[in-house]
């Protein structure tokens, strides 16, 4: 899953105050238009996928509101000790994302513990920045992106997704022509191509900042349940 915020800039040739012909084209276009407008100016923009503004969690067999995921590989940026591999992570929905809290010890987790853990938050990214210890609330900051929701199936839950912005560059052509009074003409135009735009978050970091950066389980599995 990509992240595509993307800025288009097709302009080329000669400044003027007359209207662009591409910006024409874009007049008047519902959202879904212009962006059939710009894939048939760069097929490529058809391999990203947005980056959705909510978790769609529907699929997901849930009981008044909870379920339990089993990750293989949990790490979190504040335990103390990490969690065994599959601890069971009992979770609920919490404003659309899937919540729970793990022991800064790594033995249990439950959304109902009261002191020493670990928040986890399972949304359109995931969130382990949160924790609370000895009655105080604390968290840490990554120095990179949170790894976004890739996949909600049947069994798995997947977070290896990461987001990135992209834009529509211009690539130049320039042609001399002969007039038929004598004198040439400079034609220009213009090829789309597709970049990607460096992410400030990903730039190199002190060492110790990076060794805080947890890499979450991917993927989180739940048991399927058999229906009789």
Not at 97 to 118: C, F, I, K, W
Not at 156 to 168: E, H, K, L, N, Q
């Amino acid at each position: 899953m990509r992240r595509t915020t993307l800025v288009l800039l097709l302009a080329a040739g000669c400044a003027s105050g007359r209207q662009r012909p591409h910006e024409a084209r874009r007049e008047g276009k519902t959202a879904d238009e212009s962006w059939a407008w710009a894939l048939s100016l760069v097929p490529e923009l058809s391999k990203l996928t947005p980056r959705p503004d909510t978790a769609d969690f529907s699929k997901l067999n849930m009981h008044e509101g909870r379920l339990t995921l089993f990750a293989p590989e949990l790490t979190l940026g504040m335990a103390r000790k990490q969690p065994p591999p599959c601890l069971p992570l009992p979770v609920i929905l919490e404003d659309g994302s899937l919540v729970t809290r793990v022991s800064l010890d790594g033995r249990e987790a439950s959304p109902d513990l009261a002191d020493d853990y670990a928040i986890l938050r399972f949304g359109v990214d995931f969130n382990d920045h949160d924790a609370r210890s000895a009655g105080d609330d604390m968290g840490y900051a990554s120095p990179g992106s949170d790894p976004l929701l890739s996949e909600v199936g049947r069994g798995v839950i997947r977070y290896d997704g990461a987001p990135a912005s992209y834009a529509v560059l211009c690539g130049p052509h320039e042609e001399t022509r002969a007039c038929s009074d004598g004198t040439t003409r400079v034609c220009r135009s213009c090829t789309p191509f597709l970049t990607q735009v460096p992410d400030p978050a990903t730039r190199p970091t002190a060492p110790w900042a990076s060794a805080k950066r947890a890499t979450p389980a991917r993927p989180i599995r739940w048991p399927r349940t058999s229906r009789r």
